[in-house]
Each structure stands twice: as C-alpha cells, then as structure tokens.
C-alpha cells in the first residue's frame, strides 16, 4: 500500500512550466503572469501523489511560506514525522505543503483554492501569535535532485511583528528565529535547497 494513502495533489505539466519559462532557483520575473497561469483552472489538475512523486513530466504546486520578524527569518528542523523522508534532518525556512481536493471546498477554483490551501497549511502547522497576511514573492524551482524534479514552489513573504510562534506538528522541531545574515553565513550549509535558494535571495534583496 502506497504511504500516500491515496492522497491527491495539485499539479501542472511540465509543458505548462517550458511555455512559461524553465528555471532554476528563484524567479520574480514575469511573477504575476506566471502565478496566473499556473493558478487557471484550466491548466491544473488533481493527481495521485504516489505517481506525482515519480513523475518529472508533472510538477505539483507547493506553496513555500517563509516567516519574517525583522531582520530574523522562521526556521526549523524537518523530522521524521514529515512526509518528506528525503528532506529529514535539513533546515527549512519554507513552511508549506501539497494543495488537496478538500481545500476546493465551497466550489472554491483557481487561486481561490490555492490561497485556502496556503491559509489551511499554516494554520496546521503554526500557532501564529497575530492575524497574517502572506503575498507571493516568488517561483522556486531546482531540476537537481529527485525531490525538485517533481514540485515547483510559489514563494510566500508573511512579515509578523511577534516573534511567540509555535509548532503544531512533530515534523517541525527546533522552531525558531536567525538573523538572516546568520543564515545566510553560517547555517547555509545545513539548509535544504530550496531554502538555501530563498535564503540567497532574500539576502541580496536591495533594502
């Protein structure tokens, strides 16, 4: 039995992301037009996860939220509670997951859905001390190991003004606040890539 049990997710073809523009890392080029297509109804679907992870011809939708209070950035520790095995044990700044057929709820579609996705995500696996607002900085995509070859990240900015947050999942240990100097110096080694990718970004970001 498949340890996806069933799960469906949000994706689109690779086709969709040639016809919008291959990359690698981080874009903002283009991001409103780009978002939009990948957000239409009509050029996303709903696909078996266990096919979805071993298929480079799909890219599933995850959405990537990072925390900022500050100068300091929200990172934790994946554990082995995650669903990801190939991501155990690196430091994530991304909080997020795959969008499901329950977030089409209330006849939702397109970015409708999605946002409910992003906002039900959060609320799962944060404890967030205010009311948020979260706005889409980004595209995230790396072509250089099994996991990115099958999802394509949309990079949300949340900035908080109290640092109290806590985990409401076991996958996420070791919560906390860095300097984003800190993480881009020392602790980039440890995180995983498509954090290091936002991380670099964010850092060389003009002001």
Same mark, same amino acid.
């Given at each position: 039995?498949?340890?996806?049990?069933?799960?469906?997710?949000?994706?689109?073809?690779?086709?969709?992301?040639?016809?919008?523009?291959?990359?690698?890392?981080?874009?903002?080029?283009?991001? /409103?037009?780009?978002?939009?297509?990948?957000?239409?109804? +009509?050029? &996303?679907?709903?696909?078996? *996860?266990?096919?979805? =992870? !071993?298929?480079?011809?799909?890219?599933?939708?995850?959405?990537?939220?990072?925390?900022?209070?500050?100068?300091?950035?929200?990172?934790?520790?994946?554990?082995?509670?995650?669903?990801?095995?190939?991501?155990?044990?690196?430091?994530?700044?991304?909080?997020?997951?795959?969008?499901?057929?329950? /977030?089409?709820?209330?006849?939702?579609?397109?970015?409708? +859905?999605? &946002?409910?996705?992003?906002? *039900?995500?959060?609320? =799962? !696996?944060?404890?967030?001390?205010?009311?948020?607002?979260?706005?889409?900085?980004?595209?995230?995509?790396?072509?250089?190991?099994?996991?990115?070859?099958?999802?394509?990240?949309?990079?949300?900015?949340?900035?908080?003004?109290?640092?109290?947050?806590?985990?409401?999942?076991?996958?996420?240990? /070791?919560?906390?606040?860095?300097?984003?100097?800190?993480? +881009?110096?020392?602790?980039?080694?440890?995180?995983?890539?498509?954090?290091?990718?936002?991380?670099?970004?964010?850092?060389?970001?003009?002001?």
């Amino acid at each position: 039995m498949s340890k996806y049990a069933g799960e469906e997710v949000l994706v689109v073809t690779r086709a969709l992301l040639d016809e919008i523009g291959s990359f690698t890392g981080v874009r903002t080029e283009g991001l /409103d037009g780009a978002v939009a297509k990948l957000l239409d109804p +009509a050029n &996303h679907f709903f696909m078996d *996860r266990a096919a979805a =992870e !071993e298929d480079p011809g799909h890219k599933q939708l995850i959405p990537y939220c990072i925390f900022r209070c500050g100068d300091r950035i929200l990172h934790y520790t994946r554990g082995k509670a995650g669903g990801e095995s190939r991501l155990h044990a690196k430091i994530s700044v991304g909080v997020g997951g795959h969008v499901n057929p329950v /977030d089409m709820g209330e006849n939702r579609k397109g970015s409708d +859905a999605y &946002h409910a996705a992003v906002t *039900r995500e959060i609320e =799962e !696996e944060l404890d967030l001390p205010e009311k948020h607002e979260h706005r889409i900085i980004a595209l995230l995509n790396d072509e250089s190991n099994p996991v990115g070859q099958v999802h394509l990240g949309i990079v949300h900015l949340v900035d908080l003004k109290s640092d109290a947050v806590a985990s409401r999942e076991d996958a996420l240990t /070791d919560l906390g606040f860095t300097p984003l100097e800190e993480l +881009a110096g020392p602790m980039f080694d440890r995180l995983e890539t498509w954090s290091q990718f936002c991380i670099r970004y964010l850092a060389d970001e003009p002001g």
